[in-house]
């Protein structure tokens, strides 16, 4: 079972910053990397991919000029900077890759997916 393992969520006040991790092990890593989110009783919905190499990334519309997505290649660990938040943001956040370097938005398009971290904006 391949395990993506994500952290750094929370409680945080409206406008404030957060920044989630996640993990991959070695024989997925060297592709794509992206991040959706949960919120209750919706949909899961794309955030944030980087490519492979970090050079190249896509941000949902509803998160652009706020999130930022970055990797860290020595590390196996790929970051999402949350800044500016909005209650509308609270979901559970997940990390996710599938077998390319491609980039999706559809949740279709993954099948390793990480248990999720929950992160809480309050107004």
């Known amino acids: 079972q391949v395990q993506l393992v994500e952290s750094g969520g929370g409680l945080v006040q409206a406008g404030g910053s957060l920044r989630l991790s996640c993990t991959a092990p070695?024989?997925?890593?060297?592709?794509?990397m992206s991040w959706f989110r949960q919120a209750l009783g919706k949909e899961r919905e794309f955030v944030a991919a980087?490519?492979?190499?970090?050079?190249?990334?896509h941000l949902g519309a509803s998160v652009k000029g706020r999130f930022t997505v970055s990797r860290d290649n020595a590390k196996n660990m790929v970051y999402l900077q949350m800044n500016s938040l909005k209650p509308e943001d609270t979901a559970v956040y997940y990390c996710?890759?599938?077998?390319?370097?491609?980039?999706?938005?559809?949740?279709?398009?993954?099948?390793?997916w990480g248990q999720g971290t929950q992160v809480a904006v309050s107004s």
């Open positions: 996710a890759a599938h077998s390319s370097d491609n980039i999706y938005e559809a949740t279709s398009a993954y099948n390793f």
């Open positions: 070695e024989r997925i890593w060297n592709r794509a």
């Open positions: 980087v490519s492979r190499s970090g050079g190249y990334t």
